[in-house]
């Protein structure tokens, strides 16, 4: 069968560097960042964001997939940045494997909730989240 490599997203925060890995609670913060996390999907669901459950696997139950994809690791690598580094402040977070559609269209949504640059390099470009927009056009 295909092997998945498990992807992973870097944040650097305090001179140290960050790792998130999808669904992980093993960070020192992971209440904080899971709690915020929650808020945060609240805030994008009233902006009109719904989550893109085509990146999650198939033989997974439906209702679990929503969460699947919520806690995937660039969204716990920005909860943790927002919630540590000086409001306005930019976000920056390095992806090992390529951006899903659902993560996409989530930072974009949270860089217009949270008046934040977030700048995701992922293994195929650097996407810079601004307003609601990315610099790549949605073409990745």
């Known amino acids: 069968g295909v092997v998945k490599a498990t992807g992973w997203s870097l944040a650097e925060y305090g001179g140290k560097i960050h790792k998130f890995i999808a669904g992980d609670r093993s960070h020192e913060r992971s209440k904080d960042i899971y709690s915020f996390l929650l808020k945060l999907r609240q805030k994008m669901r009233q902006s009109g964001y719904f989550a893109d459950k085509n990146c ?68 195929n470009r650097f996407h810079c989240f601004r307003d609601g927009l990315c610099s790549c056009r949605d073409f990745w």
């Open 56 to 123: 999650v696997l198939n033989d997974i139950e439906e209702e679990d997939k929503e969460e699947m994809v919520g806690v995937h690791s660039e969204k716990l690598a920005i909860s943790f940045a927002l919630l540590v580094s000086e409001p306005g402040s930019v976000i920056r977070v390095v992806k090992n494997l390529r951006v899903c559609s659902d993560c996409h269209s989530a930072i974009k949504i949270i860089s217009k909730l949270e008046g934040r640059e977030i700048i995701v390099r992922d293994n």
